[in-house]
């Protein structure tokens, strides 16, 4: 039995944030934050819009465009770094009760922006042990929620947005997931992390002050180190399966910097029509970017059944790891 990515879905909040809002919150300017980073503009979730709200719409996109009913999903996976709930329930829990379905195997990742390939993986591995049939992945995040919007280093990179794909058993090879490599190196933790609100920095009036529970990142050490890793990774995973950049049809990397994307593309000698870019729009919305930006192009028309796409991402762990694989669902036309 092989695993096939049968349907995307995607799920973007309706409030926009955009470089000029930024430039009466902080010392910042839409010029910096388009140089640096591609970045225009991002959406954010609204006041009492949860991940899980968002996973929701995400996934019912995803399931409705698989032709399947909830009942079908028998394991849910959320990545996500945003939970509605420090430690429980998970996401994915909450998600499965708002989609109406109990007695379901549900539960969290969390592996930063890596997360979505990381679901990825396990749906893969399930399916080909012959465990499940039907997987939902979800990549979810209110970012907004853990941004420190006075700390213009990080606060102009995050967006909010959740994305979701099914993930089915089948017994066509040609559907099938071709490759994953997923991997971590905790060494570097601290590049970027939230140091409060867990066992080390219980929440307090301290952790609060210091806005230790948002998101903090060394951010120039992190570019350098994501360009290296990530270039790696795609260079090892296409050639692991014999396959030249030129037969990719699509890129989709992670989405945190058009720089990183530009780079990346360029070391693999990728043509523009090949890399997908919607971190103009969206900024950066961690485990949610990969499928928010495959959503992308399956609804504009581009992304065609059998088409092959290569995923890429990099993020906090820190984590890592591509995807090589053809796109199993029906076009969109
Ligand atoms: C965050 C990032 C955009 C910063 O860009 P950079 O070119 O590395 O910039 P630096 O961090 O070296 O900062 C350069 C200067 O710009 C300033 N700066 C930072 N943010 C700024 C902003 N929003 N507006 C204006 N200036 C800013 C810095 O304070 C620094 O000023 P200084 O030279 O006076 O100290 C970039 O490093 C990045 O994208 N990092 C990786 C993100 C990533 O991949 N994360 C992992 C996945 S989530």
């Not at 009466?24 to 709200?53: C, F, N, Q």
């Not at 009942?71 to 945003?82: G, K, L, P, Y």
């Not at 490599?181 to 867990?198: E, F, Q, R, V």
Request: hydrophobic share 40%; with cysteine; aromatic share 6%.
């Amino acid at each position: 039995m092989y695993a096939a990515l049968k349907s995307i879905g995607a799920y973007v909040p309706e409030k926009v944030l955009t470089n000029k809002d930024f430039e009466s919150m902080v010392d910042t300017t839409d010029e910096w934050i388009t140089k640096r980073t591609g970045i225009k503009e991002r959406h954010i979730a609204a006041d009492d819009e949860l991940t899980s709200d968002m996973g929701v719409e995400a996934a019912k996109v995803a399931i409705s465009r698989a032709g399947l009913e909830i009942d079908d999903i028998d394991m849910i996976v959320c990545a996500t770094i945003s939970p509605d709930y420090f430690c429980m329930p998970s996401t994915a829990c909450v998600i499965a009760s708002k989609l109406g379905r109990s007695n379901v195997t549900a539960f969290d990742i969390s592996a930063a922006c890596t997360g979505f390939i990381y679901a990825l993986a396990v749906a893969k591995a399930f399916i080909e042990s012959g465990m499940k049939k039907n997987v939902l992945i979800i990549g979810a995040e209110k970012l907004s929620a853990i941004v420190d919007y006075t700390d213009r280093t990080t606060c102009v990179l995050f967006g909010d947005g959740a994305g979701a794909a099914v993930i089915s058993a089948t017994e066509d090879k040609s559907e099938a997931i071709t490759d994953i490599h997923i991997s971590a190196d905790g060494n570097y933790g601290d590049l970027l992390m939230t140091p409060g609100c867990g066992v080390k920095n219980p929440c307090s009036e301290k952790v609060v002050e210091e806005k230790l529970a948002t998101m903090k990142m060394r951010g120039n050490e992190t570019f350098k180190i994501a360009v290296r890793t990530l270039t790696s990774d795609v260079v090892n995973i296409l050639q692991d399966n014999g396959i030249e950049a030129k037969d990719i049809k699509h890129f989709i990397p992670h989405q945190a910097n058009y720089r990183i994307i530009k780079a990346v593309g360029d070391a693999l000698q990728l043509a523009p029509e090949q890399v997908v870019l919607t971190v103009g729009k969206y900024g950066n919305t961690s485990s949610a970017s990969i499928p928010m930006a495959m959503n992308d192009i399956w609804e504009s028309g581009r992304l065609q059944q059998g088409d092959t796409m290569l995923l890429d991402a990099f993020g906090g762990g820190l984590t890592w790891g591509s995807a090589l694989l053809p796109f199993a669902g029906k076009s969109a036309n």
